[in-house]
């Protein structure tokens, strides 16, 4: 399936607003994961994290809230609202925290806006621990409209939490051997795996530094593949074929060779984990017209599920260096490539859409157009990756996407022309 690079649908960000390659800076901003609310006028709760001071969430009658969750329990201090008609019209309303979404505690209560501006107002209070918090509105000051709670943005401020420390490091042998893991030997030839475990206890599969030449054909839920040195001998080095709850972690790809599409990963289905993996110079031969990817999904009649959940987390894919993009040097295209149903000149399978995923922690080296492209996918943080290499851009995110989040903390090559797409200030989800 030959894939075409194209430009992002989005106004591209400049490189100054994320680290240029140095230690990311402590930010107090805490990244919210998805809102909701009681109620809405057609204009929802989405509206109210989206970067955009022109969309809104609104609701009519007094005790109508909006609810926004932090993702994990951290420390809160403050929150800013930037308020529909904020300059001609005060609005009332009350803060509250919650660790567990059922418990709420009141820490401002009947505060006011300040009826002057149309930006963001910063509310402090007490510090507290919370994964949620909630604005209880009480309407406002409008003679006409007195009854209506309107937002258009809004940030939460805090101590960010730690990510804990990592509990494998990268490549093969990264990751202990479990008890009950079935080894894998060298293997002259593909090898296919048709059984999995349970969700609890997903069957792991283990080759110890083993090498297995011709790929990994996954086919069965609930499956981990670990410590294998992957010599693809051709188009792709694993292949997860819809399924479900699957972890790819630790291993080394290399020899993916085409033509057509190359692949260090491709995987359709959900709940797929994507962690500690290294893709270094990993393509064979003259690539010619192919394209080169570290990691591939999308949706069509043939593989019809749209992956939700996804972790892409602590990989490195970098190399051969490319920065005049010559066709003859097998570089990698992208480190990611996703797109939705209807996307990319593709057709079928699930309507329903990707969403909820996090790419964290990976080193990227050089790319062409853009090294992750997103056309599609919903609620994606995007956060503390490593850009090493050089291209056009960072992002390409397309117009079919909500909520995809780019977080200032990741560090990025001087040699990227541009971010590609909306800085969200902090850091993002651990």
Request: hydrophobic residues 35%.
């Amino acid at each position: 399936m030959k894939r075409i690079l194209s430009a992002a649908l989005c106004v591209c960000a400049a490189i100054s607003s994320v680290a240029l390659l140095g230690p990311p800076a402590t930010a107090a901003t805490l990244p919210i994961t998805t809102a909701t609310a009681s109620s809405d006028d057609g204009n929802g709760p989405a509206n109210a994290i989206d970067g955009n001071l022109s969309t809104r969430w609104s609701a009519a009658g007094d005790g109508v809230w909006i609810r926004f969750d932090l993702g994990s329990v951290t420390t809160v201090d403050s929150v800013s609202l930037a308020w529909y008609d904020g300059d001609s019209r005060r609005a009332t309303f009350d803060v509250q925290l919650s660790q567990d979404g059922t418990a709420w505690s009141t820490v401002l209560s009947r505060a006011t806006s300040s009826g002057t501006t149309l930006s963001l107002e910063r509310y402090d209070f007490a510090d507290g621990p919370a994964r949620y918090v909630r604005i209880v509105g009480h309407g406002n000051s409008s003679p006409d409209s007195a009854k209506w709670t309107s937002i258009t943005e809004v940030t939460v401020s805090g101590s960010p939490s730690v990510p804990p420390p990592p509990t494998q490091t990268l490549g093969v042998g990264g990751v202990a051997t479990p008890a009950g893991a079935v080894l894998v030997p060298s293997q002259n030839s593909r090898y296919k795996i048709t059984s999995g475990g349970t969700a609890a206890a997903p069957k792991v599969y283990d080759c110890q530094g083993n090498t297995i030449r011709g790929g990994v054909l996954i086919d069965a839920d609930n499956v981990v593949i670990q410590n294998c040195r992957v010599n693809a001998e051709q188009q792709y080095g694993i292949y997860s074929d819809n399924n479900t709850n699957v972890t790819i972690q630790n291993n080394d790809i290399k020899g993916v060779k085409g033509p057509g599409d190359l692949n260090a990963i491709t995987f359709f289905g959900n709940g797929h984990k994507i962690l500690y993996n290294t893709a270094i110079n990993f393509v064979t031969g003259d690539p010619g017209d192919s394209h080169t990817d570290f990691i591939q999904t999308w949706v069509s009649n043939s593989h019809p599920i749209a992956s939700d959940d996804v972790q892409i987390r602590f990989n490195k894919a970098v190399g051969p260096a490319n920065p005049d993009r010559d066709n003859s040097i097998p570089s990698i295209h992208q480190f990611l490539m996703a797109e939705d149903y209807g996307r990319g000149g593709n057709s079928g399978g699930n309507t329903d859409g990707m969403r909820n995923w996090i790419v964290a922690d990976n080193e990227v080296g050089d790319s062409w157009n853009q090294a992750i492209k997103v056309d599609g996918p919903d609620n994606v943080s995007i956060t503390r990756n490593k850009f090493v290499g050089s291209s056009t851009r960072v992002m390409a995110v397309t117009s079919a996407s909500t909520g995809v989040k780019f977080y200032s903390d990741n560090q990025i090559s001087p040699d990227y022309g541009s971010v590609g797409t909306t800085v969200t200030a902090g850091p993002g989800p651990a």
